[in-house]
């Protein structure tokens, strides 16, 4: 069956402007990650999805950062006003049912800010 | 705090070689490990996932081993191949927000030459 699957593949951006990265996770999976991948940082956790609901925002770095999912399926991650320190590539992944089984990612989007 | 360290960070390689990659974990009250493979601009592909009551756990020519006791994981790769080259990664799920958390290690990139 389909994997999970994100868009846009590259998406760059100037520095101060908004930009969406999309989510489509497997079929049937209840739960839903955002990860971030950057030079200096590794692979870092941003938040986790249960259905629509996010009880795991820990990882967001700032404000300028937001997550919802609808009809618990696709996710859209916001970064408003970009700044150069954003650029990377932001995983999404699906499990299940979440608490700790086998994480399924996606290509990735990768970001660069001008 | 959980943090996973892997050895060594890079490894080159003639094929054929059978290649041991190392992870170790500070925190031993882990709920599973998972190995993955990263190629070069892509995203993650789940390669084991590994229980905390297993001992190990094979694929074709893959077989990670988990010693929670002294927090290390092995993954063994048999008769290496040109199309093993990639980076590999390894991953426990946190505690904090119901083990859906992944704290990945910085990897370990393999080059395997013909």
């Known amino acids: 069956g389909a994997g999970v699957s994100q868009s846009p593949s590259n998406k760059v951006t100037e520095k101060g402007k908004d930009v969406e990265l999309r989510c489509d996770p497997i079929?049937?999976?209840?739960?839903l990650y955002w990860y971030r991948q950057s030079l200096g940082q590794g692979l870092e956790f941003l938040i986790y999805?249960?259905?629509?609901?996010?009880?795991?925002k820990s990882g967001l770095p700032s404000d300028r950062f937001s997550a919802e999912r609808t009809g618990g399926s696709v996710s859209t991650l916001t970064i408003q006003r970009t700044q150069q320190e954003d650029s990377a590539v932001y995983l999404c992944?699906?499990?299940?049912?979440?608490?700790?089984?086998?994480?399924?990612f996606g290509p990735g989007t990768r970001l660069t800010v001008l | 705090k959980q943090e996973v360290t892997q050895i060594p960070a890079a490894l080159s390689v003639p094929e054929g070689e059978n290649l041991v990659l190392n992870c170790s974990f500070t925190?031993?009250?882990?709920?599973?490990l998972q190995w993955f493979r990263q190629d070069p601009g892509k995203g993650l592909t789940s390669l084991l996932l590994i229980q905390s009551s297993q001992r190990e756990q094979t694929s074709g020519r893959l077989n990670a081993s988990l010693d929670k006791s002294s927090g290390r994981s092995t993954l063994y790769i048999a008769a290496s191949q040109p199309g093993d080259s990639a980076t590999y990664l390894c991953?426990?799920?946190?505690?904090?927000?119901?083990?859906?958390?992944?704290?990945f290690g910085a990897g370990t990139r393999l080059a395997v030459h013909p």
């Open positions: 999805f249960q259905g629509n609901s996010a009880p795991d």
């Open positions: 925190d031993s009250a882990i709920y599973n």
């Open positions: 079929s049937g999976h209840t739960a």
């Open positions: 992944a699906s499990s299940l049912y979440g608490q700790g089984d086998e994480q399924f």
């Open positions: 991953a426990v799920p946190y505690l904090s927000g119901g083990y859906n958390k992944l704290i």
